[in-house]
Each structure stands twice: as structure tokens, then as C-alpha cells.
């Protein structure tokens, strides 16, 4: 059998950059689909996956816009083939109180992390449901479960994401397709290196493993979600973080 073709949303980001590795190493095609805006940073990262023989492809995409993820989609099945495997992995933050939060930092928030998840699905459950097998991974967040001050855009739609995980799953369980969750705690990426130096010690001393996380923690998660023998794990919302939420 060939090998199954993966795309990685917001693939040259923290999480992304890992999850792309540890999927080429467990024998994927991997496509790091991210914005174009930032040509150093891509022609970093290309130089970044040499070592993994092709195995790992740039391709831009704005998750935010469908026209743009279908696009992206053609590009892929024309080089690639079918899509087997989605991870969507592109996500910002805009914090702010929600008394001076703008609309656009609400609508900025939506549109990338679930608008942006949407325009994707979108594009490859058809193919996936013909050929009876697709695995998709979004990443949520601690915070969409907890709630975090400053996040009440970022929180809902990490939360909203996981309803739609459930809902996709429901739909496309006698498919051969499962749609899971992953929600890391906080990990070693821009995203966090963003937060305020004494904020984020602060956050760091209370997990409980004593260590923040790091992608190659999320990236094994993700792995696990989308192995060809994780067919009976669906509408699964799967924390990664170290103890920094503990439910059942
Ligand atoms: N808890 C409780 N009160 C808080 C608070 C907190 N975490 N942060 C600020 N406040 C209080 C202040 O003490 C102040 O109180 P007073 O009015 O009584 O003086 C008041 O709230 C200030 O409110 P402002 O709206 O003026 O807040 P601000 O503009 O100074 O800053 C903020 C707000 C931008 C959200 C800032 O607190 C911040 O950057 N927080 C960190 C946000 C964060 O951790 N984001 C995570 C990003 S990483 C990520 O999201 C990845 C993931 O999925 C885990
Ligand atoms: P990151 O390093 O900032 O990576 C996110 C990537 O997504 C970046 O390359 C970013 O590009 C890209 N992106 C942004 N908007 C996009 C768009 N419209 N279309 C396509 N790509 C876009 O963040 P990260 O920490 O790896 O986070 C990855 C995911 O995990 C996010 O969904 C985040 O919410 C989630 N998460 C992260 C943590 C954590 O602690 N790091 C915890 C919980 C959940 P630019 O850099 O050019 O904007």
C-alpha cells in the first residue's frame, strides 16, 4: 500500500512543525499547509525537513478563507493523491478582556480556529467517506475547557471545537472515518513564548508534572489518533497536559 497522505494545518508552527515529523516518521506524505506571508520562515522550515527524504511538502493555505482551502485541496490530490489523514492545527490568539476586546480580535479568533476547521473538513470528508478511511485530529486547547482570563474568543471557539468533532464523528462513524480532539496543556511554542514573561511562570509552576509541554508530547498524541488501528477511538477528546486539567 502507498503512503497515506497527511495534511497538517498551521504545519511550520510550533505543534504543526512537530506534528509533521512525527507523522513523516511513522511512514506518512506529509503536507505542511500554512499562510505564505513569511518567506524566510517557510524557506527555514523547508530546509528544516530535508532530512526526511521528501517526506514533508510546503503548501500555503488561509484556513480562514474556503476558497483558499479548496485550493489547497486540489493542489494536493493533483501532486499527492487523496487525503488520508487532516490535522488542523492552525490557531491564533487575539487576548483581551472582553471589556476592551474589539470585534475584530472576536471574528480574527473564529475565523482561523473554527471557521478555519469547518473551510478544511469541508474539503476532504467526501473523498474519505468514498474510500472508507480518514482520520481527523483538531487541536483544542486546556483553555476551551477551562476557560482562561483575556480569552473569551480564543476559549469559545476551542470549546465549539470540540462540538463539532463530536457532531463530525457522529456522521461519519460508519464510514471508516473517526474525528477526535487533542487538548494540550501549555507548551514550548511562540504562542506561549508570547505570553508575558511573569504570567507564564506563573502558569508553568502550577502543572502538576512540574514542566511545560513540549510539541513532541502532542505530536505522539497525534500519531496515535491517526494510526490505521485506532479505528474504534472516535469523538474522543484526548488532554495532553500534564495534569493542568484533571476530569473525567
Ligand atoms: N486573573 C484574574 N485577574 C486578572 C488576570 C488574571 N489572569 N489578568 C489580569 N487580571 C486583572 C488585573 O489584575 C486588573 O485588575 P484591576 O482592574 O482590579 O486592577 C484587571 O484584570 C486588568 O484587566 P485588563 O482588561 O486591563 O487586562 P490587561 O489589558 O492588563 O491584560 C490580558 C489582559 C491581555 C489578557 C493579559 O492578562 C494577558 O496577556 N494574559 C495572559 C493571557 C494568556 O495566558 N493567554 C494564553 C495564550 S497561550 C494559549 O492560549 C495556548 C493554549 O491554548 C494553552
Ligand atoms: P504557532 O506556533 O503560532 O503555530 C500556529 C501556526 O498556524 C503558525 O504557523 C501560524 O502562522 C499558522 N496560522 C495562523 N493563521 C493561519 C491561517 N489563517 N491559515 C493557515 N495557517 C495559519 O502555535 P502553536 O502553539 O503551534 O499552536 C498550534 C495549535 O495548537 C493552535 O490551534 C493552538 O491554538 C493550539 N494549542 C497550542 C497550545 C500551546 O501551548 N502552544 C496549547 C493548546 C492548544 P503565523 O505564525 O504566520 O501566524
Redesign the pocket.
Known sequence: MSARTAIV?????????AICQQLAQAGRQVIA???D??SD?IAAFVAEQSGYAGKIQFEA?????FA?CQALLERVNARYGAVDILV??????RDSSLRKMSEQQWQEVI???LD?VFNMCRQVVDGMCERGFGRIVN?????GQTGAFGQTN?AAS?AGLHGFTMALARELARKGVTVNSI??????????EAIPQAIRDQIISQIPVGR??E?SD?ARAVEFLTADAAGYLTGVLLPVNGGGFMSF
Request: with cysteine; aromatic share 4%; proline share 6%.
Open positions: 494545518t498551521g504545519g511550520i508552527g510550533g505543534l504543526g512543525t499547509a500554512d499562510l506571508s513569511r520562515r493555505v488561509n484556513v480562514a478563507h483558499s488542523n492545527a492552525a490557531g491564533i490568539t475565523g482561523v480556529n478555519g487541536i483544542s486547547s486546556i483553555n480564543y476551542k487538548a494540550p496543556g501549555y507548551c514550548r511554542t511562540p504562542m506561549v511545560i509541554g510539541p502532542i
